[in-house]
Every structure is written in C-alpha cells, then in structure tokens.
C-alpha cells in the first residue's frame, strides 16, 4: 500500500514540475508540507533524478529520517554530537560510528540518500585520507600480529571480551572486532595466516549469527590523527604548523606534555585538527550534483547562528583552564560559508516565506471525535479520495477498524510522523495518533548492537551456578589461564570431588545463577552422567504438564459460556484517545485493569 502512495505522488504533475525544474538546473523555495509527504516527494526526487539527495532537517531530525526510511530503506543518517563544545565527555559511540559509516558509504558509493541536521553539518568529520578501510576477504593470507598493530594505530583498544565500538580482543587464531559499519561485532578465524572463515556473532551471547565472505574496518573514532599522532614519539613535530603557529609556544608544550602523560585526558578530542592537514565537514565528501532540500529554513540559519553562539561563549570559559583549547574557528566549519556552499548547489527549501505551495494540506482536525471521523472520510469518499489511516501497530489498526465500522478506506501499519492531504492527487492519508492529537514519542533503536556479553554479576566466592551442560557448580573466581601463548579469562567452578571446571570467557552464556534454595544443595558430578539424567527427567515432567495443559484448555474450550453483551465502541475510543501512551492491542483478561488505571491517570 505505502509503494501505491508513493506511485501517486511520484507520479503527480506537482512533483512532475519540481523534478523538471531540477533537471533544469532551478532551485525553489516553498511552503512547508506535511513530514509525511516530504518523506514521499524525497524518495520521488531521489529515484527520478539519480542523484545525492542531502536533506538537512534541524527539527525532529530522526522522525524525518524514520519517515525517509519507510520508502528508502538504506538511507544514511549523518547525526550530530550529543555533546556541547569543549565537553570533557566523548560522544556516543553510537554516533561517531554512524557518523564514520555514512562518509565511507558516500565514498564508495556516491548516489545516496542522506538526512542530517545543522549542526551535524558545521562539526568536521574524519579525513578522508585517513578513512583508509582494511578490508579482509575469506581465504586471504592475513598477517595476524600486524592486523593487531595496525588495529592499535587506528584507535582500537584491546580488551578480554569484544561488546563495543572500537573494542577487539584476540584468544590464538580468533580476532573479534567490533567496527563501524557492521551492526554486530566481526569474528576472524586465522588457520596460521589464512582467513578460514568471518562471522558476525552477538556481542551479548557471544553466539555466531551468521557467516560473511568479507568485511571492512573502519576507524572507530574521528580523531584519528590526533591518536596516530600520541603513537609513539616526537608529536609536536606531527602537527599541524600553519595551526600550531595560532597557539602560543608555552601552550604548545602545556598540551604536548598532557598528551605523553595521558593520550585520552578529558577533552582530548577537541584537539584533534591541531594534527590534522585538513578536515573535511560532510559537504566535502558529496559530489557537485548533490540536491539538498531544507525542511525549515529558516530554523536553519537560527540553529547555525545559535550554535556558533554557543560555541564562542564555551570557549570564552574554557580560557581559565590550564591547557587554553583551540578557538572554535578551527574546530567547526564557518556557518557563511556553510550557507554559501549549500545555496551555490540545487536546493528545494521549505519555509514560512516560501514563494510557492504545493497542492498538498496537514489531516483534518479530528480531536479524538468518531463521528466526525466517519463523516470526514465519508465526505473524502464522495469527493473520489483514496483514504488511507496509517497505524504504527496491529493493535491500532485493529482498534480503529472497530472505531470506523463500515466505512469504506484501507488500513495500513506504517508509523507514518503527519499524515496529508493531497487534492491533486485525491490522497487523504489519516495516521492514528493525528486523528486523536496523541502524544508521539517515537523510540528509535540504535544501529549498533552494542553491549557487554551476558555474564554473571556481582559473583562472590561460594554462589552457586548452573552449566548447562554440566549442572550445579559453585562459584570460586575469576583466573586467566595461559595454555601455551594463549591467554584466556576463566569463570571457576568446583563440583563434586572438589573436581574443577574453568569455563572460557566466550562461554559464559552457558551459566546462570542457581535460584533454588540452597540448603543441602548437591554439586554435579562432572565424571557422572548424573546431570544429563536430570535433564532428561525434567524436560519429560515439562512434556507431560503440557499435555495436561492441552487437555484442560480443550475441554474449557468445548464449554458452552454466557457472553454479555459489551461496551465495544466506548472501550475503544476511550483507549485510542489515551494521549501519552503509544498503546498497542490490549487483551480482554486485563481490559478491567487497563480503564481504572486509565480513569486514574486522566483524573
């Protein structure tokens, strides 16, 4: 249904005209539409130009990027730091990964859709001749040692377990990487010096997904230069000097001194382009044919002017500090040249000043009012509209199915930010929580699956686990074993016999804590089959409680009840009406509870 609304307005002359003007070589300037025919005309003008599309959003930026998403699955996200200038804090890896995957994306593939915001646009990003991606193939002769080194150079850290961003750990002939621009972290197995296979493998599990035939690593921060610069010695000679000569000498050493003692001091980061020969912003990674369009424009040049604001008075405080930091000039892109740079190319603005409008209005008013809903579709219908409500879940979808009754008009589940009003095209697109002014607080998942493997925590000595293969052990500590020139972290646990068992850190999702009591507890043997025995015992009593199971729902299921007549409609409306709540399908068991928790909240 979305790829029919797409075709509609694709295919529109409103869209027609805008797209003919670009190939003209014309730049517009129009009145704001609603997000969630934005996000349509975007993908219309992206697929029927063949061009970079750049859309710089400087409010609800990642609603825009969710909406872009649902037409154009591969769109690129180019986010801002989630920190103030000359914090101490870093960014989330989170964003610095997405930040580093889409300029590498852009240079290997030039053709993309990309969706940022103003600031993100003034903070410079890596330069591209230190992107430089190490690509592994399975089968290759890879020299494992001078994998690592290099690994180290570009900022990796090593660690025992790989669960984050810029993280690897090595145990023998396995290297696991966590890089950006793979969501899960990579596992390389060596046979000598040969790549005998590359998988992706959970960094909370440690389980493998599935297999790749190559990967490609990436820095795992924008600073770069200023980590390959503290590698080693000499680092006043590796920067920048028409940078440095801005900076007093006594300053020069201050800094220089700090960065041998310690590479990562808190606000390290912001020193980075004092050893960088150039920084590129994401303008520089675009080519010159690149369309942008500009959802608000003037909140544009208000955020741009804002942020340098900001940035020149954080500055001003950080004078005092005992290492003076770079001025903001040479830290973030000049915001004149920025709007120069972006008005010099194609642009589709949008802005209360707009000089023309497209055929195309917000979703009517509705208020939470079912009857008129019906009568608004209705009249829509009459008028010859295709009238769509767009959900964001089947819960929604089933509710408002309910809600309009025999209203004639398609259901879709697509969490769609506005819905709009398109008269050429006799389009009215309803979304759920529009109709019922509903709060909308969209949770966007992260990209990355980042975290720490599943491991017992807060062990002490004496507390009881279970290996599941196994059974019960108790807990004695943590040891690394060296087998050879291997190292690894062991969880140890002793059984019956006082026998041993050291279980590997790439192992620790087999063990969870005992829950039982713990009074006369038994510890496995592990020389007996004692434990496999109570498995088997277990999963036949589970078998048979659930034919028990089985056999009771069956017989309830034959009886005969007495149904009574419900509130269906009022039920329904008072649930879609609920506004800070993004609610999904309720079941009939707890409705009871839902509506006394519902009237609660509203009194």
């Known amino acids: ?217 990436l820095p795992p921060t924008e600073a770069i230069s200023l980590v390959r610069a503290t590698r080693g010695n000499r680092i006043q000679e590796k920067m920048n000097p028409d940078i440095a000569q801005k900076l007093p000498k006594g300053e020069i050493e201050k800094l220089v001194d700090r960065l041998q003692f310690d590479p990562e001091f808190p606000g390290y980061l912001w020193f980075a382009p004092l050893f960088s020969p150039e920084a590129n912003t994401l303008l520089d990674y675009l080519p010159e044919d690149t369309i942008f369009i500009i959802t608000e424009e003037e909140e544009l040049r208000r955020q741009l002017s804002e942020f340098e604001s900001e940035a020149n008075e954080l500055y001003t405080r950080k004078l005092t500090e005992k290492i003076q930091p770079l001025p903001p000039e040479l830290i973030f892109a000049d915001k004149d040249k920025l709007i120069q740079q972006i008005e010099h190319r194609q642009h589709i603005s949008f802005g209360l000043r707009g000089k023309e409008s497209l055929p195309v209005f917000p979703q009517d008013t509705i208020g939470g009012d079912i009857a008129l809903l019906r009568e608004t579709l209705k009249r829509y219908n009459r008028n010859g509209y295709e009238t769509i409500i767009l959900c964001d879940n089947v819960g929604q979808a089933e509710r408002m199915k309910n809600l309009i009754g025999d209203v004639p008009l398609a259901l879709e589940i697509a969490p769609l930010s506005e819905g709009f009003i398109f008269t050429e095209g006799k389009l009215a697109a309803f979304t759920d929580n529009g109709i019922f002014a509903r709060y909308r607080r969209r949770v966007r998942k992260r990209r990355y699956h980042e975290g720490t493997y599943d491991q017992p925590v807060s062990l002490e000595p004496g507390d009881y686990l279970v290996h599941i293969d196994y059974g019960i052990g108790r807990f004695v500590g943590i040891e690394n074993l060296t087998i050879g020139d291997i190292t690894t972290e062991c969880i140890v646990l002793e059984y019956d016999r006082e026998d041993k068992l050291y279980v590997p850190s790439t192992d620790f999702h087999l063990l969870q804590r005992y829950e039982g009591k713990t009074a006369n507890i038994k510890l496995a043997r592990l020389t007996s089959d004692r434990w496999k025995r109570t498995k088997k015992k277990v999963k036949q009593k589970v078998t048979e409680l659930a034919g028990e199971l089985l056999e009771i729902y069956t017989l309830r299921h034959k009886l005969t009840g007495i149904q009574h007549k419900g509130d269906e409609a009022l039920f329904n409306q008072l649930e879609a009406s609920f506004i800070y709540l993004s609610l999904i399908h309720i079941s009939e068991p707890t409705r009871p509870l839902y509506i006394s928790y519902a009237v609660f909240c509203l009194k």
């Open 1 to 217: 249904m979305l790829e029919s609304l797409k075709k509609i307005v694709a295919s529109s002359d409103a869209a027609g005209q805008l797209i003919k003007g670009i190939r003209e070589g014309n730049s517009f300037f129009l009145q704001p539409v609603p997000a969630g025919f934005l996000a349509m005309l975007i993908s219309a003008v992206f697929r029927r130009t063949k061009r970079t599309v750049v859309v710089v959003a400087p409010e609800k930026t990642e609603d825009i990027l969710a909406d872009i998403e649902l037409f154009e699955k591969r769109t690129l996200y180019f986010p801002a730091y989630d920190i103030l200038p000359y914090d101490t804090n870093l960014p989330d890896t989170e964003i610095v990964a997405r930040r580093i995957e889409t300029v590498y994306r852009m240079r290997e593939s030039p053709r993309q859709t990309i969706v940022t915001s103003p600031r993100a646009l003034l903070e410079k990003s890596i330069p591209e001749r230190l992107l430089g991606p190490i690509k592994i193939h399975r089968g290759e002769t890879v020299e494992l040692e001078e994998l690592k080194t290099k690994l180290v150079e570009n900022g990796y850290k090593s660690c025992d377990t790989t669960g984050y961003i810029g993280e690897f750990s090595s145990r023998g002939g396995i290297l696991d990487i966590f890089t950006p621009g793979t969501v899960d972290p990579v596992r390389l197995e060596f046979f000598g010096d040969t790549v005998e296979s590359i998988r992706l493998f959970s960094a909370r599990s440690q389980r493998s997904i599935r297999k790749i035939k190559e990967c490609t690593i």
